[in-house]
């Protein structure tokens, strides 16, 4: 499986989650979490021009002449949506498109978004390669990885799987 960027954000949120979700064991059709996020998605496509462009295994949120643009629900785990993100900047690089990214949090809780800009720079495309071989590992092992039991597990969408 190729790696994408769903499983690249799990790998950072939980390994069991990307190794279920990277072995077709998708519970994220159940989730209320999920539904609002594509639901944000495509409120989202009505204002941008440029929406959910399908390349090689991803889907990109928009595409303007300068940046690459990833929006999300929650700014609760930044470090997965970046990695995401450079993810895509990888994948457009190797096309030849060169963009900045864009991280757009929308939560409806609060006043203002949040945006975040991120660039694939050599040490990040470096370390983003590591993170794809590891995870192309993590896929192939025959034994699920342990519960992580964290305050974050309940709101996942695998949360019966695990617990249930």
Not at 20 to 34: A, I, M, Y
Not at 83 to 93: A, G, R, T, V
Not at 127 to 155: F, G, H, M, R, W
Request: aromatic share 8%.
């Amino acid at each position: 499986m190729l790696v994408n960027g769903t499983l690249i954000n799990y790998y950072f949120h939980c390994k069991r989650q990307c190794y279920l979700h990277g072995n077709r064991l998708n519970l994220e059709d159940n989730s209320e979490r999920v539904h609002i996020g594509r639901a944000i998605h495509e409120e989202k496509e009505d204002k941008l021009a440029d929406t959910e462009i399908s390349i090689d295994n991803i889907r990109l949120d928009g595409l303007t002449s300068k940046y690459l643009v990833e929006i999300k629900k929650s700014d609760a785990d930044v470090e997965a949506c970046k990695w995401q993100l450079l993810l895509y900047l990888k994948i457009l690089k190797d096309k030849g498109i060169i963009r900045k990214g864009k991280l757009e949090f929308v939560e409806k809780k609060k006043q203002t978004r949040k945006i975040d800009y991120v660039e694939l720079t050599d040490e990040n495309e470096r370390k983003l390669l590591q993170y794809i071989k590891a995870i192309e590992e993590l896929l192939k092992e025959d034994k699920v990885p342990e519960v992580l039991n964290s305050t974050s597990c309940k709101k996942c969408a695998y949360y019966e799987y695990c617990y249930i």
